[in-house]
């Protein structure tokens, strides 16, 4: 074998680890969100995240925001505004209860965060769905 053949056989195997690598890194960052998805409701920790994935918590991170362009609180955060807005939507529970059913146990924190996202109160985007 000569050296430009040695050259092109290891540049393909180079090629094929990255591959290889960048797949596991998307499947456990997929791991991680797909957990948040079933259990968005419960108290989850980065720590709980990073050991679903299978990764450091620092890596995760790093993963997260490549693949997602945030951080994995902050899309939990957003996914659980997303089921809010839905339930707040379709229901007549009170804000205490969607909170809660949402994964945030305090009330008031569930209002700051709805209000961050959605420039309004629950109460508020309530009446404006429900108009």
């Known amino acids: 074998m000569t050296k430009e053949q040695a050259l092109k ?7 094929r680890f990255d591959a290889a690598e960048h797949l596991s890194s998307a499947q456990a960052v997929a791991r991680a ?32 925001s490549q693949y997602f ?21 379709r229901s007549y529970l009170s804000v205490e209860s969607v909170a809660e059913a949402c994964g945030v146990e305090n009330p008031s924190n569930f209002t700051k965060l709805l209000r961050q ?8 985007y309530r009446n404006m769905v429900n108009i």
Request: include cysteine; hydrophobic fraction near 45%.
């Open 117 to 124: 996202t959605e420039g309004i109160t629950p109460s508020a």
């Open 9 to 15: 056989v290891g540049a393909y195997y180079v090629q």
């Open 33 to 64: 969100a797909d957990y948040m998805e079933a259990h968005y409701a419960e108290q989850i920790t980065l720590s709980d995240l990073a050991h679903v994935a299978e990764l450091s918590e620092g890596y995760l991170c790093r993963l997260f």
């Open 69 to 89: 362009h945030a951080r994995p609180i902050a899309y939990l955060n957003r996914l659980r505004i997303q089921k809010a807005k839905a339930m707040l939507n």
